[in-house]
């Protein structure tokens, strides 16, 4: 059976890393067209640099939870047929043992050269007037989409999208496009869809299944549920 799996902030949460849109979250403390789009990383790159320098110490030093761990093992069960999509730029899927992981907004450990477009491992801390390895120009940048730029990988998303036969969304608010359609992208190829979340969310109704809960109990009693019926 070929499954995606769709996460977001909220697989996180849990490792301690917060989520955006809730009371509390990331966008009320911080201004996204200040620190999240391209127009105001020209603007001001110190306070961009700043804000993600701060975000990749909070990433390394969290660590995995339940739900990252079920989901490699459920990779290592159903060898070859488990591709994580996910929206968070954190590397705990990697770190709790996935391996078919597709980042469509990139990578806070990743750092990405905005002349050459080269790409190699992000120092813990960047500054706008490092310069890039490859051509030396000091235009380098986080990996990561920001708003108003293209998520990666659509072409192979979109592939995936007209195969896979389940389909779930863990920990994902369904209000960014476009990963808030994939759901009835995967519908519409005649996958099953399942959504895990703590709360209703904007695209619950889409789903045939809902289950709510915290990621790091619901997800483990999933994956456990599947594998027994293998
Ligand atoms: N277990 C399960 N779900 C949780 C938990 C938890 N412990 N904690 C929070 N959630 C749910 C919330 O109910 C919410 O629906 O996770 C979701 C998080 O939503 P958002 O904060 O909007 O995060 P996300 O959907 O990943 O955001 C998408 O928006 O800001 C951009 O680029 C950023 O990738 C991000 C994108």
Redesign the pocket.
């Known amino acids: 059976m070929r499954i995606m799996i769709l996460?977001?902030?909220?697989?996180s949460?849990?490792s301690g890393l917060g989520?955006?849109?809730?009371s509390g979250?990331?966008?009320s403390s911080y201004d996204?067209a200040e620190v999240?789009t391209p127009q105001g990383f020209a603007t001001d790159p110190d306070k961009v640099h700043d804000f993600y320098n701060a975000r990749r110490k909070s990433v390394l030093s969290a660590e995995p939870n339940a739900?990252h761990i079920a989901l490699a093992r459920l990779e290592r069960m159903l060898s070859g047929n488990v591709t994580i999509v996910t929206?968070?730029?954190d590397n705990l899927h990697e770190r709790a043992g996935s391996r078919n992981i597709i980042h469509m907004?990139g990578e806070i450990v990743r750092a990405l050269c905005n002349i050459c477009r080269n790409r190699w491992d992000a120092p813990k801390t960047m500054r706008p007037d490092d310069a890039c390895p490859k051509c030396g120009e000091a235009a380098i940048r986080p990996d990561?989409?920001w708003?108003g730029e293209i998520p990666y990988h659509l072409d192979h998303l979109d592939e995936l999208l007209g195969t896979v036969e389940l389909f779930v969304a863990?920990?994902?608010?369904?209000?960014?496009h476009p990963?808030a359609g994939f759901v009835q992208m995967a519908a519409a190829s005649g996958a099953r869809t399942l959504e895990?979340?703590?709360?209703p969310?904007e695209i619950t109704p889409y789903f045939d299944e809902v289950k709510f809960?915290?990621?790091?109990s619901?997800v483990p009693a999933w994956v456990a549920d599947l594998v027994s019926r293998l």
């Open positions: 996460t977001g902030a909220g697989i949460a849990e989520t955006f849109r809730n979250g990331m966008w996204l999240a739900a929206q968070n730029i907004h990561v989409v708003f863990i920990g994902t608010s369904g209000q960014v990963a895990i979340n703590l709360e969310t809960g915290t990621a790091t619901t």
